[in-house]
């Protein structure tokens, strides 16, 4: 099994082509995986940690590949390593990249172990790992005779399967959901002129983000919270990547406007057949027209419309997610322990939420866990 490190990537002579080759016919394959988002996630926030692609060769063509990333932390007072995957926990979905399940299968221990033993670390966390995934069957099938495993749900992620018609996915609603729809549309288009329109109707990439930026801020801060882009490194990293992702076409960033003046966003990406929306906005001085629902449902119209499997609303249970039929997807997360006391003892440290309580014992423990 062949071990790289990402920080070289940008050095390999086409590895940007050959990887997102390789996820073109990878088994899963999400926005999360591709090569524009985990290179600009390692330039904006790789500092501080050591990453690793482990990648599984059959004759000569890749059928596993995984990317990792190594960060120290201090259990009992002594430093340890973390093991995740890379650009976690920026990415709603974590997966393998999968060409070959068979082989993958055969292997996926081997795995485990190699990237235990890379690391020198106790245990390891795959976290977010949809359930639906090729991915989570792997992990399912890790042999439990040399791993202790601990599988538990990370996150849950509300999606619409898209029907072939807006009408028929309509019928499903209640009387009252469909009524309070017509209403603030038909309430929006007496008082202003509505358009739903694409970022480059706005501006660049850059000033289209920057609208969504505010629109995002301001909802949030109503709601009093500080909000994603209230820290300007994510602001420059999704810039980034909203950029890359224009170029390839799958930037999906789309405006509610009311006499031209944005009022509502979502800031989504149309990738492999489906529509993941990431994150949304609207400006609360127009909250009695339901314009974040308004541009939902023309953005659920132009999936339809474009013969799209998914709008996923990713991670998170917000109430406006659920009052759009949505069916959930559970998001697991796997921790691989090496067996033995030592192991033990340091994965019960880590995941205690009263480790930290326990500094005065710090030196016991250590000097006896360092005898194992």
């Known amino acids: 099994m062949a071990i790289l490190e990402l920080q070289r990537v940008n050095e390999t002579n086409n590895f940007e082509t050959e990887w997102n080759q390789l996820l073109a016919h990878s088994l899963d394959n999400n926005p999360f995986l591709t ?32 990317p990792v990333m190594y960060s120290k932390r201090r259990v009992f007072g002594s430093e340890h390593c973390k093991v995740s995957f890379a650009a976690s926990p920026d990415s709603d979905y974590q997966v393998f990249l999968v060409t070959d399940l068979q082989d993958a299968a055969k292997n996926v221990d081997q795995l485990v172990e190699n990237i235990i033993e890379d690391s020198n670390a106790d245990s390891i966390v795959f976290k977010d790992v949809p359930e639906d995934s090729v ?26 399967p898209l029907p072939d018609s807006y009408n028929t996915y309509l019928q499903g609603f209640s009387s009252n959901m469909r009524w309070a729809l017509k209403k603030s549309e038909k309430q929006a288009l007496k ?7 694409r970022y480059d109707n706005i501006g660049t990439v ?36 909203a950029n890359a992702f224009a170029e390839n076409g799958w930037l999906a960033l789309y405006f509610l406007t009311f006499n031209d003046k944005p009022v509502s966003t979502v800031y989504a990406y149309e990738y492999n057949g489906k529509l993941y929306a990431y ?18 449902k023309s953005l659920i119209q132009y999936a339809i419309r474009k013969k799209l499997k998914e709008f996923d609303f990713l991670r998170g249970e917000e109430q406006y997610k659920m009052r759009w039929r949505t069916t959930i997807r559970k998001n697991y997360e796997y921790q691989f322990t090496r067996k033995g006391l030592k192991s033990k003892l340091y994965n019960w440290a880590s995941n205690s939420p009263y480790c930290s309580a326990l500094y005065g014992l710090h030196s016991l423990p250590m000097r006896f866990l360092q005898k194992l």
């Open 206 to 241: 850059k000033e289209a983000m920057n609208i969504l930026f505010k629109l995002h801020q301001k909802r949030e801060i109503a709601k009093g919270d500080y909000g994603v882009f209230s820290n300007e490194l994510k602001q420059n990293f999704h810039i980034e990547v």
């Open 191 to 197: 008082d202003y002129r509505v358009d739903f329109v």
């Open 135 to 160: 991915t989570a069957r792997l992990l399912e099938s890790v042999n439990r005779e040399r791993f202790v495993v601990r599988r538990s749900v990370s996150n849950l992620c509300p999606y619409i």
């Open 35 to 66: 090569y524009e988002w985990l290179t600009t996630w390692l330039k904006h926030f790789g500092k501080g940690q050591e990453l690793k692609l482990f990648t599984l060769e059959s004759k000569r063509k890749v059928s596993l590949s995984v």
């Open 279 to 296: 994150l949304s906005g609207f400006d609360t001085e127009y909250s009695h027209y339901r314009p974040g629902y308004l541009i939902i």
